[in-house]
């Protein structure tokens, strides 16, 4: 079921929440929208879900304007944030409630959802009340709660924020794999940037009620549009540095004193000495005997199968350090320790600070 | 079966349509019921709440239909003066000694290893489901004039009445009000914040007055608060023992049963409104968001729990809930004596003279008493459960005005609200002075406040999120409000139903002014008895009207309490017959 946003504005008062958003959900896939908190990604979840009406725009299931129906007669349903699972019902009654109000015959209640109880593996748990289970628990009868009505589409509202770190990867792993057995098109809001990278077929980063840049995870970590998107999905640098010449394969650009050679990638836009933000990753930060620049470890961080270090860029302050991420297995340094090191690969990200905001505009 | 066979031939292929369209045709409906509620709870808090409050206020200002502030002049240019200093003295002094006395029971109670501390709970519980002027009874019955102590064993011929008889029974009633608030607010209190400060090294008395008192001040002030209205509005004690001391309350009550001045009493009860709407604002603006209770109980740590005072600090402590027992254990007593006491302070022999004719004139007011409560136990917490329910969403300024309306009951005392009801609903349209309606719908008003705070404080925890989940998961707004919202608000509505039962088997204040003799109840046979001299018919009633009350609540707790019963016999049935339970649940 292809589900389509079309043009969504809403407003709260005077503040705008969804700001023109249009997105479309391919059928079967799974959209991650990620973004800080109050930047209208759950907005955007409960119009779809129907919870929310918008002030203009549509929503388009299947080549069907679902925009005024009401959230009760809508083929899409949610997996709230905390659960919002009836305390005064059993994990089975829990389950079977949509089914209820639909007026299932009891036999066909029990066999869908003892179906979804054994998906779930939470068959044992079905007499249980709901505050006798574990945060983990209950997310799987939240979950479970949803599929067993057959929806066309699933909504997920930070179903894992409540959840310690190893369960929320277990748990971001085994949706993934239902609804890709499902293949229940689906949309997933999270602030966080890793569970979104993890679980998204197509992934959009959301900021003050747009969308900033929308693409499959890898699209988006490798290149991201503007410096927002850099700084939020994953790690990054971000520093200034000037144009030298700009031809048909290669940008040259100044970076601290010295020269940074870039793939342009056909990119004309930018010409002679203009300012413009360079970004790049931590890991693509190489030390290498001959490199470019010159820096001083600060500090070091060990965080498992890779190590963070703080740079002191000669002629840079202290206050503006560069990340650098070592994998294990590559020579690790003390700080204290001078380095040479190259830069990979990087990119522009725009002209200058003002263009960037015509550019919004 | 029907049902899908209807689609089955009518529908096809157009079912899915049709369904939509029977979908509409039912959502139409529930939001007729809807409407309707949402219409009928503003009606009736004007109607019942707005109206009389503004027309007892106003009338204290007409007379003959012409401003004039002849009643002001009255009350505040002649020796009646008295009245207002008379009513202030007594309700500080009242109010404080017996929050005291009500803190010291709830640390005893909570906070403590002492023995027998159980019995305590028992006894301010039992104080509270007794009937008014019960101690009232008993204290005649003690230090009257032919007094069991004054005048039986010591011989003496006085009558030990006055304001500080006043004073004392108004201090024990009071007592176990506090206790109940405060008790509450000290089970939820953030143990931590002592356990840190324990770590912190502050002895345990240093603990208790910088850090329990001052968490527990929000309760104490709640409980100070709810006191003083009570007394405030307390009329009975007065008149019976107060001799010829005389306060605002009372003097009102003389000025309607006696002289039928309707004025004056207004003007009267204006002077108590004015304290005690004081005291909503006094309260949120003192209270606030300031009540600290921690959401989890938690009872492990026992040990740490007890507060630790010096052994004779203890002990006095010790002795003052000791004596407020065995008080209360003796009324219950002395109650029950009597009943079946020829004359008391003449003939102590056993009779069962005054049971007889109890029986023989008071029958009716079993029944009526026991009808009025029940229906306030049914329909006073269903009107506060749509009252929340309607009312907890909208945040506009009418429906913070209704809300207003739902809790002000709850400080207008109830001899101003029985005086006002008279004002108000004496003549046509609304001629409803006389009937029973009228007795059912103040009580229920009186008791709005309770089941609103109840079930506005069930919907604040459920939040919008469940109604939301459940619309998402396919049902209608109807689904959602029988099978999510009522279900949750079961707990309130429990909690407003005990209430309203025992509120309307034992109130007075404020029916005493709408009873006809056809609507006699109980507690006003109580005060007329005891008002004649006639103790032993009063201690009969009196006995009666316990023994429904706890018998009723027992009734009342029963559909809370069966399920569980018939589960836990029905598994050790399950089990005699060698079947594990569990696997029995499986199967079906």
């Known amino acids: 079921m292809e589900l389509v946003l079309k043009n969504i504005i809403k407003k709260y008062n005077q503040t705008v929440a969804v700001n023109d958003v249009s997105i479309t959900v391919p059928s079967g896939k799974i959209i991650a929208l990620v973004g800080p908190s109050g930047c209208g990604k759950t907005t955007i979840l409960r119009v779809i879900a129907g919870l929310v009406s918008p002030d203009e725009g549509q929503v388009i299931l299947n080549g069907r304007d679902i925009t005024q129906l009401p959230a009760n007669q809508r083929p899409t349903v949610t997996v709230f944030q905390e659960y919002a699972l009836f305390p005064h019902l059993s994990v089975f009654d829990n389950i079977a409630y949509g089914l209820k109000t639909r007026h299932i015959k009891k036999g066909e209640i029990k066999e869908r959802v003892t179906r979804v109880l054994n998906m779930l593996k939470i068959s044992e748990l079905k007499d249980r009340r709901i505050h006798e289970l574990s945060g983990g628990q209950q997310q799987r009868v939240a979950v479970a709660r949803s599929l067993v009505i057959n929806p066309q589409v699933i909504l997920f509202d930070e179903p894992l924020s409540s959840l310690d770190a190893k369960l929320r990867v277990e748990m971001r792993e085994e949706i993934k794999k239902i609804q890709r057995e499902t293949e229940i098109t689906a949309v997933y809001v999270t602030h966080d940037q890793e569970e979104a990278l993890a679980i998204a077929d197509q992934l959009a980063v959301m900021k003050e009620g747009k969308i900033e840049q929308v693409g499959t995870p890898e699209e988006v970590y490798e290149n991201p549009r503007n410096s927002f998107v850099g700084q939020f999905i994953g790690w990054g640098n971000l520093f200034s540095g000037e144009i030298i010449s700009n031809s048909s394969d290669k940008i040259r650009v100044n970076m601290w004193g010295k020269e940074l050679v870039l793939h342009s990638n056909g990119n004309r836009k930018y010409t002679g000495k203009a300012p413009v933000e360079i970004f790049f990753r931590p890991e693509n930060v190489i030390p290498q005997e001959d490199g470019t620049w010159e820096a001083e470890i600060l500090q070091k961080f060990f965080c498992g199968p890779t190590t963070r270090y703080r740079l002191k860029v000669s002629g840079l302050s202290e206050s503006n350090p560069v990340l650098m991420d070592l994998f294990v297995g590559e020579t690790g340094y003390q700080p204290g320790e001078k380095i040479r090191f190259n830069i990979r690969s990087a990119s522009i990200l725009a002209a200058s600070k003002e263009k960037v905001s015509q550019e919004n505009k | 079966m029907c049902r899908k066979a209807f689609f089955l031939i009518f529908l096809d292929n157009e079912g899915y349509h049709m369904e939509s369209y029977l979908w509409k045709i039912k959502d139409r409906l529930t939001e007729l019921i809807f409407w309707g509620m949402a219409i009928a709870v503003p009606i009736i808090l004007l109607t019942f709440v707005l109206y009389p409050v503004l027309r007892v206020s106003l009338s204290s200002i007409y007379d003959g239909g012409q401003f004039s502030l002849k009643f002001y002049e009255q009350l505040f240019l002649t020796e009646k003066v008295k009245l207002i200093w008379n009513t202030a003295y007594l309700s500080f002094l009242s109010t404080f000694f017996a929050t005291l006395l009500g803190l010291i029971l709830a640390l005893g109670v909570v906070r403590s290893s002492w023995p027998g501390k159980k019995i305590f709970n028992f006894a301010a519980i039992l104080h509270i489901i007794s009937p008014p002027f019960v101690s009232a009874i008993v204290y005649i019955m003690l230090f009257g004039r032919r007094g069991f102590i004054t005048n039986t064993l010591l011989g003496l011929d006085v009558n030990f009445i006055g304001w500080q008889a006043v004073f004392f029974l ?419």
């Open chain 2, 170 to 588: 108004q201090t024990i009633g009071n007592a176990s009000i506090a206790y109940l608030i405060i008790a509450n607010v000290l089970k939820r209190l953030d143990r931590t914040m002592e356990k840190s400060a324990l770590d912190l090294g502050a002895s345990k008395a240093r603990v208790f007055f910088t850090i329990t008192l001052p968490l527990l001040l929000p309760g104490i002030t709640a409980a100070a608060l709810l006191v003083f209205t009570n007394i405030l509005a307390d009329f009975g004690t007065p008149i019976l023992v107060g001799g010829g001391f005389r306060v605002l309350a009372s003097e009102a009550y003389l000025q309607v049963i006696s002289l039928f001045n309707m004025g004056f009493a207004a003007a009267l009860c204006f002077i108590l409104l004015v304290p005690c709407l004081s005291i909503i604002f006094l309260e949120k603006l003192i209270l606030g968001n300031r009540l600290f209770t921690s959401s989890v109980l938690s009872d492990e740590g026992s040990l740490d729990k007890e507060l630790r005072f010096h052994p004779v600090v203890s002990a006095a402590l010790y002795l003052v809930c000791l004596l407020f027992s065995l008080y209360t254990f003796t009324h219950l007593a002395l109650i029950i004596i009597g009943t079946f006491t020829n004359i008391w302070g003449y003939d102590f022999t056993f009779s069962l003279r005054h049971m007889n004719s109890v029986w023989a004139q008071g029958f009716s007011s079993v029944k009526n008493s026991l009808k009025f409560a029940v229906q306030v136990a049914i329909f006073g917490p269903f009107l506060g459960m749509c009252a929340a329910y309607y009312l907890k969403r909208s945040r506009s300024i009418v429906s913070k005005g209704f809300e207003f309306l739902s809790i002000l009951p709850y400080a207008v005392p109830g001899p101003v609200m029985g005086i006002a009801y008279v004002m108000s609903f004496h003549h046509p349209p609304l001629m409803l002075t006389g009937t029973a309606f009228i007795i059912v719908a103040i009580c229920m008003i009186r008791e709005l406040p309770i089941s609103f705070n109840a079930g506005k404080a069930v919907l604040e925890q459920v939040g919008k999120n469940l109604e939301q989940a459940s619309m998402d998961l396919g049902a209608n707004r109807w689904d959602t409000f029988t099978r999510v919202v009522l279900p949750l608000m079961a707990p309130a509505y429990r909690v407003g139903m005990i209430h309203a039962f025992i509120h309307g088997m034992i109130t007075i204040g404020a029916i005493i002014f709408l009873i006809t003799p056809r609507n006699k109840v109980l507690t006003f046979e109580i005060f007329v008895a005891i008002n004649r001299g006639n103790l032993g018919e009063g201690a009969a009633f009196a006995f009666i009207l316990i023994v429904m009350t706890v018998a009723g609540l027992f009734l009342l707790n029963l559909p809370w309490q069966l399920p569980v019963l018939w589960k836990s016999i029905r598994e050790r049935w399950l089990r005699s017959h060698g079947i594990s339970p569990e696997k029995h649940y499986q199967e079906i």
